[in-house]
């Protein structure tokens, strides 16, 4: 095996950004001047002067009805489900689409029942551009719950109220568990029975055997957003059943609480109590809200394009495909490159939610809080993905009987908890030992506070060494999260270890300048103060609104130019 140059970018293989584009410009001036014709003589033409012959008008006649050809397309390309072309926040068609949508809505916004009917018509719209077929999944789940609620909500008997409960789980869980983990679950009884069971989708097998579909059937494909919306109609049930809500009596509203369109594929995981009593508030948006709304926009999409997108593609996503190619040095660049990355990614598209949902009259819950500003693992649970956590603490943690079973039990919760919350993150062992490694760590923090209680408030210098623990412990748990499987983490981890080299830090910095400088930058407005947060949200919500209207136009050419050739689709939608 030859030697791996100990730095990626002295390597012939590698090119640069700006030399990958020169050298396609080569090659694009050299096809372009093999397939032009040779040229002919030019023939003058006087514009003032239109010739109205019978093939000028055949041309014309022709022209229009390619016109009504093209406009028929158009037509078609907005109704029609396009997997290529979903609608996200980072893609110019949802901007057109929300654009229109608000123009509408400033007619109706004050006729609640109007306006919730509107929106839940415009969220399935929304979500049929983006899952396509699996359209039917988001109304299964909402009129299994629906009914469900009012059942146990009516019921007298506790076996009627547990039987509506149970089949809520069983078609929620069912959906999820079928479409996200069959081929992970088929996988395992293959390696423990030395079998080759074949991963089949039984609903496409149907649909074609009797629609003529056309779909394929060797592969299950995952519809999005149905880990967030299953979990937000579960925890709706389960609160109607507990008595801490209400059901819902108009089918439009609730199907307007599950198909929200800001939150529906990525979260926040909404609770019913939260979102159903806005539902019929009069819709009241201040400027200084209105103002707060367009700064959690701006602020979402310089996240997701400016830092996640560049650093993902220009490279984080190599060095986590390929890390033999790549230094140790430059692979431990990547791990928190990539922490960086998916709060960032997360985060923003959580921002971009709460602040579309606001500008609609509705208050969606925060989701993250600074989390690597956490001094411990515990902390860092309260402020990443802060609705899952809340989640799998009230539905899953507290139902197997949480801290109240004794210390032993307690733990036990804890790692049953994290491990299946690391595989409703993804089918795979990656997932599964990284929650599970998240979860050792909650519980060696639980037992360290036991055994020693702390009595006062760490100093500084204290809370400094536990915040840089706890950010290092979870930057590398993310190789699990990341990485394509079990053998690169073991690849990424090597490098780190083995070829790690101090001396090529000038060298690494001077091929990845660009990318180092929005990682540090990036770090750096994460760990700001929460005043000085607080100071430039405040300065952007009192300028005049002709001045955020040209900043948001500013910030608009910039994403523009920034972001890369292929619309980067957000990390969560994959789950």
């Known amino acids: 095996m030859n030697k791996i140059p100990p730095l990626a970018a002295d390597d012939y293989t590698h090119l640069t950004y700006e030399g990958g584009d020169s050298l396609a410009g080569l090659f694009l001036e050299d096809i372009i001047k093999q397939q032009q014709p040779e040229a002919k003589d030019t023939i003058e033409i006087n514009i003032y002067e239109p010739v109205l012959n019978k093939d000028t008008i055949n041309n014309d006649h022709r022209r229009g009805r390619k016109l009504h050809v093209n406009g028929d397309k158009i037509v078609q390309d907005v109704i029609s489900y396009e997997p290529g072309k979903p609608l996200i926040f980072t893609g110019v068609s949802f901007w057109i689409f929300l654009f229109i949508t608000l123009l509408l809505y400033s007619l109706i916004f004050k006729k609640p029942l109007i306006r919730n009917s509107y929106l839940f018509l415009f969220s399935l719209f929304f979500y049929y551009k983006s899952g396509g077929v699996f359209f039917f999944l988001l109304i299964i789940s909402t009129l299994t719950d629906y009914v469900a609620g009012l059942v146990i909500y009516s019921a007298r008997r506790k076996l009627v109220r547990k039987l509506f409960v149970l089949s809520s789980l069983l078609v929620n869980l069912g959906m999820l568990s079928?479409?996200?983990?069959?081929?992970?679950?088929?996988?395992?009884?293959?390696?423990?029975?030395n079998t080759n069971l074949p991963v089949i989708d039984w609903i496409a097998a149907i649909s074609n055997f009797y629609l003529g579909s056309g779909f394929n059937i060797e592969m299950i494909v995952l519809p999005v957003g149905i880990s967030f919306f299953t979990f937000q109609t579960i925890s709706y049930t389960l609160d109607v059943y507990r008595g801490k809500t209400k059901p819902v009596r108009n089918i439009l509203d609730f199907g307007f609480y599950v198909s929200f369109f800001p939150q529906l594929v990525a979260g926040p995981i909404v609770r019913a109590s939260e979102f159903i009593p806005q539902l019929y508030t009069p819709f009241i948006l201040s400027k200084r809200?209105?103002?707060?709304?367009?700064?959690?926009?701006?602020?979402?999409?310089?996240?997701?394009?400016?830092?996640?997108?560049?650093?993902?593609?220009?490279?984080?996503?190599?060095?986590?495909?390929?890390?033999?190619?790549?230094?140790?040095?430059?692979?431990?660049?990547?791990?928190?490159?990539?922490?960086?990355?998916?709060?960032c990614d997360f985060s923003g598209y959580t921002d971009i939610a709460i602040g579309v949902a606001l500008m609609l009259g509705y208050r969606l819950p925060v989701n993250f809080n600074s989390p690597y500003k956490a001094y411990n693992i515990t902390d860092f649970?309260?402020?990443?993905?802060?609705?899952?956590?809340?989640?799998?603490?009230?539905?899953?943690?507290?139902?197997?009987?949480?801290?109240?079973?004794?210390?032993?039990?307690?733990?036990?919760?804890?790692?049953?908890?994290?491990?299946?919350?690391?595989?409703?993150?993804?089918?795979?062992?990656?997932?599964?030992?990284?929650?599970?490694?998240?979860?050792?760590?909650?519980?060696?923090?639980?037992?360290?506070?036991?055994?020693?209680?702390?009595?006062?408030?760490?100093?500084?210098?204290?809370?400094?060494?536990?915040?840089?623990?706890?950010?290092?412990?979870?930057?590398?748990?993310?190789?699990?999260?990341?990485?394509?499987?079990?053998?690169?983490?073991?690849?990424?981890?090597?490098?780190?270890?083995?070829?790690?080299?101090?001396?090529?830090?000038?060298?690494?910095?001077?091929?990845?300048?660009?990318?180092?400088?929005?990682?540090?930058?990036?770090?750096?407005?994460?760990?700001?103060?929460?005043?000085?947060?607080?100071?430039?949200?405040?300065?952007?919500i009192r300028l005049p609104m002709i001045v955020k209207i040209l900043l948001v136009y500013l910030f608009a050419l910039i994403f523009y130019n920034v972001q890369s050739a292929d619309i980067q689709p957000f990390i969560y939608f994959r789950f």
């Open 178 to 193: 079928y479409f996200k983990y069959t081929a992970f679950f088929t996988g395992i009884v293959n390696d423990i029975f």
């Open 289 to 343: 809200e209105w103002g707060h709304a367009l700064f959690l926009v701006v602020r979402g999409l310089i996240k997701k394009i400016i830092i996640s997108d560049f650093i993902s593609v220009n490279f984080v996503d190599r060095v986590f495909d390929t890390p033999l190619l790549y230094s140790g040095l430059e692979n431990l660049m990547a791990v928190y490159g990539y922490g960086l990355q998916i709060y």
């Open 381 to 540: 649970w309260r402020r990443w993905h802060i609705s899952l956590s809340r989640w799998l603490r009230d539905y899953l943690y507290i139902s197997m009987g949480g801290n109240r079973k004794g210390r032993l039990r307690t733990y036990v919760n804890i790692m049953i908890t994290m491990l299946l919350g690391g595989l409703w993150h993804g089918a795979a062992w990656r997932f599964v030992i990284w929650g599970g490694i998240h979860g050792l760590g909650l519980v060696i923090n639980k037992l360290w506070i036991k055994l020693f209680p702390r009595k006062n408030k760490p100093g500084r210098i204290k809370r400094l060494i536990s915040v840089l623990i706890t950010f290092n412990f979870v930057s590398f748990l993310w190789i699990f999260f990341r990485a394509a499987d079990i053998d690169h983490v073991h690849l990424m981890m090597r490098q780190i270890f083995t070829d790690f080299n101090p001396g090529n830090l000038l060298a690494v910095f001077t091929a990845y300048s660009q990318t180092i400088i929005i990682i540090v930058c990036g770090y750096i407005l994460h760990f700001l103060p929460v005043k000085v947060k607080e100071s430039y949200r405040g300065l952007f």
